[in-house]
């Protein structure tokens, strides 16, 4: 089993950078019919897909979030990263990387526990 794992910063200024990484156990960022994604959730709300990184280093974004978002990774530390630029109070929320993999469609199959990023001055 695959465990991830979030660290970062847990406070953030308005309009500064968030960045996040999240680095994988017992799993590799490069074998095919997975990707690696960042997903949200802002307190007493849903889950946000934020966008994802492939096995080939493809990027995918959620269109709402595409111009903040970007997803990088570090395949030598079997790490991957994010990175929101701009943030507001807005984008408080806990923020889980995750292991989607493919099966007809895009299933998420394993988790890191979450981070807590408040967004405030």
């Known amino acids: 089993q695959v465990q991830l794992q979030e660290s970062g910063p847990g406070l953030v200024k308005p309009s500064q950078t968030l960045s996040l990484t999240c680095t994988v156990s017992s799993g590799s960022l490069i074998i095919s019919y997975y990707r690696w994604s960042w997903i949200r959730q802002p307190p007493g709300k849903g889950l946000e897909w934020m966008g994802a990184?492939?096995?080939?280093?493809?990027?995918y974004y959620s269109p709402s979030l595409k111009s903040r978002t970007s997803i990088s990774r570090d395949t030598s530390k079997n790490q991957f990263s994010l990175q929101l630029s701009s943030v507001t109070p807005e984008d408080t929320a806990v923020y889980y990387c995750?292991?989607?993999?493919?099966?007809?469609?895009?299933?998420?199959?394993?988790w890191g526990q979450g981070t807590q990023v408040t967004v405030s001055s």
């Open positions: 990184i492939a096995s080939d280093g493809s990027t």
């Open positions: 995750s292991r989607e993999m493919y099966g007809g469609s895009w299933g998420y199959d394993d």
